[in-house]
Each structure stands twice: as structure tokens, then as C-alpha cells.
């Protein structure tokens, strides 16, 4: 009887210490899906929602007069003409730098009089509107993230709900639609001060005539390569204005409120531009086969 006992025991000893990898991955997964993680989740399906429901209150004020057209064309001022040194300056750097960085390949294959058109393309398809989209999403979004916070935090945007005013029209749809309208403009003011820089760039070791230069240029280019670079530049003024917006307008927590919304307008409007610009090029690449 008692050799049995002791066998019971030692065996029972043996199956508590025996792995149970059953057990392990469920508490692997339930660690993984519960706490911070699962939180994390909700919070960010919370905010697309919230998101969602804020672009279409936008598009329903947009429809609805009266319509503000003064503070309109004062945000496309000041989204448009002082953003314009930031951005020339840019491109034209984006030009010069590759044009010198592209010639020694194309030399080494006897491909020189190609270098117009290869910079040219690659400009106006790719670099110059994501470029362009992430200075407007860091200047202008940063400004409109600080300023409509500033105002959420002073009770600004409360005072004109209290008086029986439209904030949303007023202070959103304004900012949403400058950014709309001049962040195309911006992006064709950049290409063509891209094409400058190339310019310059091709005349530092070789003499080329501007004419001769934009006769390449004009000629690589075709409609395929021009009409989906300028309408995805549509979809990135709307996200950086969306979003900047939303941070601002839905800012709390004070004065730490104001630059938490600054950056995660610049963050946010930053990502959604790479993304519009992978789905742009998938998009276009379907209508190129």
C-alpha cells in the first residue's frame, strides 16, 4: 500500500511538471490580445472612426451656405504664397542634386542625352508632389494643428458654438479647401523649378540651350505620366488638411495639448501622403498595362 502511494505521487509530480504547450500558446495569445495591445487597438479603431465621422461632417458643411470666402482666400494665402520660398528652394536643390548625382551611370552606358528626360519623369511622377506634400504637411500642418488647438484650449471654438456660429465652417472647411486648392499649385511651381535646378545641373559640365533642354524634357513626358502625379496632389491636400484639422479641432489636456496635436498632425499627414502615393501608383500602373 504504501509503494502505491508513493507511485501515485510521483507520478502526479511528474504530470504538474510535464509541458503543456497548449496551455502556453493560449496564454501566449491571450498576453498578446489582452492589456496594452488590446487597448491600443481599440484606441486606434476609435480614432479612425472618429476621423471618418469628422471628414464627413466636413464634406456637409462644405455643401451648406453660407460660404466663407474671405478666410478661404486668406488660408489659400497663407497655405500657398508663404509656403512658396520653402518649396522653390527645395526643388531647386531636388533638380541641381540629381541631375549631378544621375550623369556618371548614365555616362558609363553613353546615355547622357538622356538625363532630361530621366529627371524630367522622375520629378513630376514621384519626387517633386511627395516632396512637395511632405514640406506643405510639415509647415502648414504643424500651423494648423498649434492654431486650432490654441484655439480649443482658450475656448475659442466653445465661443462660437455658444453665439450660434458654424466653427466647423469657419475654422475647418477654410483650412481643408486652401489645402486642397494650393498644394496642386505648390507641386506644379515645384516641377517647374526642378526642371531649373536640371538645368543648371546639365550646364556644369556640358552646354545645352534652355529650348534644347525643355524640347527632352517635354518630349519624355506624356499625358499618363502628368494627369496621375496631379490628381493624387488633390488627395494629399485633403489628407494633410483632414487631419491637421481633426488634431487641432479635438485637442485637450491645456497647453500640453497644443504641441501634442502639432506633431501628430505633422506625424499622421506625413504617413497618409506615402500611403495616397502607393495606392496612386497602383492605381496608374492598372491603366499603364
Not at 466647423?168 to 494650393?182: E, S
Not at 527632352?216 to 496632389?233: E, G, M, N, R, Y
Request: glycine share 8%; proline share 3%; with cysteine.
Amino acid at each position: 500500500m504504501c509503494g502505491n502511494t508513493n507511485t501515485q505521487q510521483i507520478m502526479s509530480e511528474k504530470i504538474q511538471a510535464a509541458p503543456t504547450d497548449g496551455v502556453k500558446d493560449t496564454s501566449f495569445w491571450q498576453r498578446i490580445f489582452s492589456g496594452k495591445f488590446r487597448q491600443s487597438l481599440a484606441n486606434f479603431f476609435d480614432e479612425v472612426g472618429q476621423l471618418t465621422m469628422f471628414t464627413g461632417k466636413f464634406f456637409k458643411e462644405l455643401v451648406t451656405p453660407p460660404y466663407e470666402i474671405s478666410e478661404f482666400l486668406k488660408q489659400c494665402y497663407w497655405i500657398g504664397n508663404m509656403s512658396l520660398p520653402l518649396v522653390g528652394i527645395t526643388a531647386f536643390i531636388m533638380g541641381l542634386v540629381f541631375t549631378m548625382q544621375s550623369r556618371p551611370t548614365l555616362a558609363k552606358f553613353g546615355a547622357e542625352s538622356w538625363l532630361p528626360a530621366m529627371v524630367s519623369v522622375a520629378m513630376v511622377r514621384e519626387i517633386a508632389p511627395v516632396i512637395t506634400g511632405l514640406i506643405v504637411a510639415g509647415k502648414v500642418g504643424s500651423g494648423i494643428g498649434a492654431e486650432l488647438a490654441s484655439m480649443r484650449v482658450t475656448e475659442q471654438i466653445d465661443a462660437l458654438e455658444v453665439s450660434g456660429n458654424r466653427p466647423l465652417k469657419y475654422v475647418v472647411v477654410t483650412r481643408v479647401l486652401a489645402c486642397i486648392l494650393m498644394v496642386p499649385l505648390l507641386v506644379l511651381f515645384a516641377d517647374g523649378i526642378a526642371m531649373m535646378g536640371s538645368y543648371l545641373g546639365v550646364n556644369l559640365t556640358d552646354k545645352t540651350t534652355l529650348r534644347l533642354f525643355f524640347s527632352h524634357v517635354f518630349s519624355a513626358l506624356d499625358f499618363i505620366d502628368i494627369f496621375p502625379a496631379f490628381i493624387k496632389t488633390f488627395f494629399f491636400g485633403l489628407a494633410i488638411g483632414i487631419i491637421s484639422c481633426y488634431k487641432g479641432y479635438n485637442a485637450n489636456s491645456g497647453t500640453e495639448g497644443v504641441g501634442r496635436a502639432a506633431n501628430s498632425a505633422v506625424v499622421v499627414a506625413s504617413l497618409m501622403i506615402f500611403i495616397i502615393d502607393m495606392i496612386a501608383v497602383q492605381v496608374s500602373d492598372l491603366f499603364m498595362k
